[in-house]
């Protein structure tokens, strides 16, 4: 670029080599891949001065790349906080159809309190959310952002690509519509390292090692203490919710007789 005022990218000037030059000898760097089902990295990606329903805000695209595949989903929050995290990990889970062995992230409060890496204190509510949905959180070493270099490069391709600011939405689902649209129509024409098929093709493949998707925990930001009555009830903003009963048999001041539960 500096030489020859070329505009584009790396990848494009390997791209180039690759085609024109004979391969060398031996190789001078070897790729290893990561398995099918075993690994997806997230980020965060922020938009600001996006235009939704009339008025300006920053939205945050949650990224989540499963590394063998490369398939990405792409999910709209309005914030960064613990309930968007958690809720970014639902919406992203439910669109690859699965949930890998390890989700690789960083070190943001949402996901380690203290420390970073591996040594860092994860977010109890993260490890509990972790823990019901089956996958092992895996931080990144610190200042390492090459170690989940392929979400890295989803949210730098997202940032170069299609801009949402370039035009107004109702809504932030009618632009997850659009989005979830433009991941599938990129998958389709971008081409997995791993397996030489197209990144459609080899995520359809990695699905099958992909552990079932479970009924994904709902994500709440308020608590609460309710009595509990002797019919086994609990009453929450209108409703009455039951009490297993094993639940009440261990709290004696809770103990009521088995019929009263069914």
Not at 202 to 223: G, N, Q, T
Request: positive net charge; glycine residues 6%; proline residues 8%.
């Amino acid at each position: 670029m500096a030489e020859h005022g070329y505009p584009g990218s790396l990848r494009s000037v390997q791209r180039f080599v690759g085609d024109v030059y004979p391969r060398p000898p031996r190789r001078a760097r070897r790729r290893v891949e990561t398995p099918p089902g075993a690994q997806a990295q997230v980020d965060w990606a922020q938009f600001p001065g996006l235009i939704v329903a009339g008025r300006e805000q920053t939205l945050h695209a949650f990224h989540m790349v499963l590394s063998h595949s490369r398939f990405d989903a792409i999910v709209w929050m309005t914030s960064e906080d613990q309930l968007s995290w958690l809720s970014g990990h639902n919406g992203a889970f439910t669109r690859l159809g699965g949930i890998p062995a390890v989700v690789r992230v960083d070190n943001t409060k949402t996901a380690v309190v203290h420390g970073a890496g591996a040594w860092g204190e994860l977010n109890a509510s993260y490890r509990a959310y972790a823990r019901a949905v089956r996958f092992h959180i895996d931080p990144c070493a610190p200042y390492s952002p090459e170690h989940k270099g392929k979400v890295e490069r989803a949210v730098r391709t997202q940032r170069f690509g299609p801009v949402p600011a370039e035009r107004a939405w109702d809504s932030v689902e009618e632009l997850q519509v659009r989005t979830d649209a433009e991941v599938e129509h990129s998958a389709r024409r971008r081409r997995c390292p791993a397996t030489g098929t197209s990144v459609w093709e080899a995520w359809h493949a990695e699905r099958e090692r992909l552990a079932p998707l479970p009924i994904l925990p709902v994500p709440f930001d308020h608590v609460a203490t309710r009595r509990v009555a002797g019919d086994a009830l609990v009453a929450f903003e209108g409703h009455q919710y039951s009490v297993p009963f094993a639940n009440l048999a261990a709290r004696s001041r809770y103990a009521v007789a088995p019929d009263a539960c069914r």
